[in-house]
């Protein structure tokens, strides 16, 4: 294969790389779908490809169709332990963030709620939300006609606003917000922790990958009671994250987050959602494969002083 080809192929990495992110909610699997998207490229007769960007778009779209459909995949997500991979913001392949819409794609509640449809609706709300693409672009891309990618598109719009309040909290007040959370936390004012989370607030955590499936709650109380629980510091815990952590705030995939760090490794994150002053969900990630590509990110990040220095 030429330069001009690999040039070619190159230019579009960062797009596919986001778009298949957005697809499968896993970093790992988003790198595999393209690497196999550039293999397709290599062995494709290139002459007869029009437009490039399209045929390359088409390409990783189907491939991660494919992943969802297969019955390992299929398996690993049904089994109720699964979560989006979180992202630190500026990580490229979280891609663009110009608009609300997309910024909201990326967020690790709406990747959850994602897991609700099915491959095809997944598809093309993300092409329709998060890339623009239009309802002709969208059918060619999937092989379907343009009634029914607008059928793709309401149906999936209805199940993630049902689900979801379209809000965007101020990144200055929503930062002041999880710093009163990790207070009311480490120093066990569970009053203030309620009164900070939404009546509908949840709660989802990997409890360290040691369990099978993953932990849920609901309700302000239980939600309070699940968060000063895991943030009673004990010698256990310690021990499982590798020593004593200090605890930053940084953004994750558009959100803030309260991330605990031990020799600068992230030993443990918790990305909160802010709505209207307020918590509205929860989701508390500490597997270590979870965790690869944001630890690659921190260290080349130059981090803001720790809130609370060791814990």
Request: hydrophobic residues 45%.
């Given at each position: 294969m030429d330069s001009a080809a690999i040039d070619r192929f190159e230019a579009s990495r960062g797009r596919l790389a986001s778009l298949a992110y957005r697809?499968?909610?896993?970093?790992?699997?988003?790198?595999?779908?393209?690497?196999?998207?550039?293999?397709?490229?290599?062995?494709?007769?290139?002459?007869?490809?029009?437009?490039?960007?399209?045929?390359?778009?088409?390409?990783?779209?189907?491939?991660?169709?494919?992943r969802l459909r297969s019955a390992r995949v299929r398996h690993e997500r049904a089994a109720g332990a699964w979560l989006p991979e979180p992202l630190l913001d500026g990580d490229p392949m979280l891609g663009p963030a110009d608009t609300f819409e997309q910024r909201e794609s990326v967020s690790l509640a709406v990747l959850t709620l994602l897991e609700r449809l099915s491959p095809v609706e997944r598809a093309v709300y993300i092409l329709r939300e998060a890339f623009s693409y239009s309802h002709a672009e969208i059918a060619g891309i999937l092989d379907i006609t343009e009634s029914a990618s607008q059928q793709?598109?309401?149906?999936?719009?209805?199940?993630?606003?049902?689900?979801?309040?379209?809000?965007?909290?101020?990144?200055?007040?929503?930062?002041?917000?999880?710093?009163?959370?990790?207070?009311?936390?480490?120093?066990?004012?569970?009053?203030?922790?309620?009164?900070?989370?939404?009546?509908?607030?949840?709660?989802?955590?990997?409890g360290?990958?040691?369990?099978?499936?993953?932990?849920?709650?609901?309700?302000?109380?239980?939600?309070?009671?699940?968060?000063?629980?895991?943030?009673?510091?004990t010698p256990a815990k310690r021990r499982l994250a590798g020593g004593s952590p200090a605890m930053h705030i940084a953004w994750v995939n558009g959100s803030p987050a309260i991330l605990a760090v031990v020799d600068n490794r992230i030993a443990g994150a918790v990305v909160c959602?802010?709505?209207?002053?307020?918590?509205?969900?929860?989701?508390?990630?500490?597997?270590?494969?979870?965790?690869?590509?944001?630890?690659?990110?921190?260290?080349?990040?130059?981090?803001?002083?720790?809130?609370?220095h060791a814990w």
């Amino acid at each position: 294969m030429d330069s001009a080809a690999i040039d070619r192929f190159e230019a579009s990495r960062g797009r596919l790389a986001s778009l298949a992110y957005r697809l499968l909610g896993s970093a790992a699997d988003a790198e595999d779908a393209v690497q196999d998207t550039f293999l397709r490229w290599q062995a494709a007769d290139r002459e007869r490809v029009e437009v490039p960007e399209a045929w390359l778009t088409k390409v990783v779209t189907n491939l991660c169709i494919d992943r969802l459909r297969s019955a390992r995949v299929r398996h690993e997500r049904a089994a109720g332990a699964w979560l989006p991979e979180p992202l630190l913001d500026g990580d490229p392949m979280l891609g663009p963030a110009d608009t609300f819409e997309q910024r909201e794609s990326v967020s690790l509640a709406v990747l959850t709620l994602l897991e609700r449809l099915s491959p095809v609706e997944r598809a093309v709300y993300i092409l329709r939300e998060a890339f623009s693409y239009s309802h002709a672009e969208i059918a060619g891309i999937l092989d379907i006609t343009e009634s029914a990618s607008q059928q793709h598109v309401h149906r999936a719009r209805t199940r993630v606003t049902a689900e979801r309040r379209r809000a965007e909290a101020d990144p200055a007040s929503a930062r002041r917000v999880v710093e009163e959370f990790l207070a009311a936390a480490t120093t066990g004012r569970t009053e203030r922790l309620v009164a900070l989370l939404t009546d509908d607030v949840t709660a989802v955590s990997d409890g360290a990958g040691l369990g099978k499936r993953l932990l849920r709650y609901e309700t302000r109380e239980r939600v309070a009671a699940f968060v000063r629980a895991g943030f009673r510091p004990t010698p256990a815990k310690r021990r499982l994250a590798g020593g004593s952590p200090a605890m930053h705030i940084a953004w994750v995939n558009g959100s803030p987050a309260i991330l605990a760090v031990v020799d600068n490794r992230i030993a443990g994150a918790v990305v909160c959602e802010v709505g209207d002053g307020r918590i509205t969900s929860l989701s508390g990630i500490a597997a270590a494969n979870r965790l690869a590509r944001l630890n690659e990110a921190w260290r080349r990040h130059e981090p803001e002083a720790p809130v609370i220095h060791a814990w």
